[in-house]
């Protein structure tokens, strides 16, 4: 069983910068692609971005684009969600996970980083 792992979540003041990481805390895995979704308290998960494992294609969410970049460093197997200009509305429990193809679910979820965002 894949599992991925979330790192890099804090507390930050409104308009700073985060950059979380997502890598295997096992065994290498090839994949589809990779995702970033976000769940704040009371509300369900949304999708924030995604990456394919050559790194290629990427792509970001309305509600975060221009503001987050999604990319990865194959070298060490890792892909990074880079939040610029935080808004407290991105204040949310980050999580990754990974597909094995466009027609199959998102899977190997860890256990998500905590982003706060004071306003």
């Known amino acids: 069983q894949v599992q991925l792992a979330e790192s890099g979540g804090g507390l930050v003041q409104a308009g700073d910068s985060l950059r979380l990481s997502c890598a295997p805390s096992g065994r290498t895995f090839r994949y589809y692609d990779m995702g970033w979704f976000r769940q704040a308290p009371g509300k369900e998960r949304e999708f924030v971005a995604r990456?394919?494992?050559?790194?290629?294609?990427?792509y970001v969410a309305d509600s975060v684009k221009g503001r987050f970049t999604i990319s990865k460093d194959n070298a060490k197997n890792t892909v990074y969600l880079q939040m610029n200009s935080l808004k407290p509305e991105d204040t949310a429990v980050y999580y990754c996970?990974?597909?094995?193809?466009?027609?199959?679910?998102?899977?190997?979820w860890g256990q998500g980083a905590q982003v706060t965002v004071s306003s």
């Open positions: 996970a990974a597909r094995t193809s466009s027609l199959t679910e998102y899977g190997g």
């Open positions: 990456i394919s494992e050559s790194g290629g294609t990427a």
